[in-house]
């Protein structure tokens, strides 16, 4: 099955700079890729995703990037801000939803 | 919309007792995902389901725990005789029919604790 690393477990950046975390997943056959953020104690909400038949993927100050060849994805936050501060969760999955996995989670705080 | 709802958002319960924490999944989705989440890690795949049907129960103990969705009402994720270390957050999230690469939305959780 499917395993993903997710990479640093913790992030402290300053308010305006970029954050970047980085994800590796196992499975080949995965072509499903999202990113969720997770506030303390609220749910998971997809913040971004990106599929297999595209290497990059832009929203605002969010962005993804998809190397299918090594197994790697990233989220690229720029300018942040406080409230950007949170738990943030990358998984991999394939056809199917249950067989996507999550990473550990990265724990990012951005101080003003 | 009023998204997905589990409750209760917070469980207390003794070992030995039992746990049914509840989901209904957003109007119109009709496949339910339950994770399990411990402190400082990441969402644990435990069960999928559609309606009347559990199509994949892999990441679920094989004891104490149960999971259905019936015809009628939300999901039902028991766990029997409780033990310490079931104390988590448990999420259960939902997708449209169609439930390949669709995106899961999840609920706030229930937080168990087993005192």
């Known amino acids: 099955g499917e395993n993903v690393e997710q990479h640093p477990s913790t992030l402290s950046v300053q308010e305006g700079d970029s954050a970047v975390i980085k994800c590796t997943y196992s499975d080949s056959a995965s072509n499903y890729f999202p990113w969720y953020k997770q506030e303390l104690g609220k749910r998971p909400q997809l913040i971004i995703d990106?599929?297999?038949?595209?290497g990059e993927k832009k929203d605002q100050r969010i962005a993804v990037t998809l190397n299918k060849t090594a197994k790697h994805f990233s989220l690229h936050i720029t300018e942040t801000q406080p409230e950007d501060s949170a738990v943030y969760f990358c998984a991999a999955g394939g056809y199917n939803n249950n067989d996507m996995r999550f990473g550990a989670g990265t724990r990012l705080t951005v101080k003003p | 919309n009023a998204g997905v709802m589990q409750n209760p958002r917070h469980l207390v319960r003794r070992r030995g007792q039992e746990a049914r924490l509840r989901c209904s999944p957003m109007?119109?989705?009709?496949?339910v995902y339950w994770y399990r989440q411990l402190p400082e890690e990441g969402l644990k795949f435990m069960v999928y389901?559609?309606?009347?049907?559990?199509?994949?129960e892999s990441g679920m103990p094989k004891e104490r725990f149960s999971a259905e969705f019936p015809k009628e009402g939300p999901s039902i994720l028991r766990i029997q005789q409780v033990v310490r270390g079931d104390s988590a957050a448990y999420f259960c999230a939902s997708s449209p029919p169609r439930g390949t690469n669709e995106k899961l939305f999840f609920g706030s959780g229930t937080q168990l604790s087993v005192l």
């Open positions: 109007k119109g989705h009709s496949h």
């Open positions: 389901l559609q309606k009347e049907n559990i199509i994949d």
């Open positions: 990106i599929r297999s038949n595209v």
